[in-house]
Nanobody, 124 residues
Framework: QVQLVESGGGLVQAGGSLRLSCAASGRTFSDYSMGWFRQAPGKEREFVAAISWSGGDTDYVDSVKGRFTITRDNAKNTVYLQMNSLEPEDTAVYYC?????????????????WGQGTQVTVSS
């Protein structure tokens, strides 16, 4: 089993920044993608960003390109999401996830393990 624990969520004003972290523990494995999805109230969970095992490939949903940056530290089994220029539309629960196939899929069903989520609220 794999446990994913997110941290760094909170309340911020529009235009502000937050940095989310997610630490993986449990089963030892390699060559996996890590990513972030989010779910706003009344909406389906959506892909936000993903990063390959090497860190050399990343992908973002169009609405966050240029504002969010995903990075990872494999020595710490941790992925980060730096979120700048936050907008009220970014308000959601953010979920960390692992994809064992390292494909950077934007489809929720392709991801294998999920964290419990961390709330991000952006006030206008």
């Amino acid at each position: 089993q794999v446990q994913l624990v997110e941290s760094g969520g909170g309340l911020v004003q529009a235009g502000g920044s937050l940095r989310l972290s997610c630490a993986a523990s449990g089963r030892t494995f390699s060559d996996y993608s890590m990513g972030w999805f989010r779910q706003a109230p009344g909406k389906e969970r959506e892909f936000v960003a993903a990063i390959s095992w090497s860190g050399g490939d990343t992908d973002y949903v169009d609405s966050v390109k240029g504002r969010f940056t995903i990075t990872r530290d494999n020595a710490k089994n941790t992925v980060y999401l730096q979120m700048n220029s936050l907008e009220p539309e970014d308000t959601a629960v953010y979920y960390c996830t692992v994809e064992l196939c390292d494909n950077l899929s934007d489809l929720e069903d392709d991801w294998d393990y999920w964290g419990q989520g961390t709330q991000v609220t952006v006030s206008s």
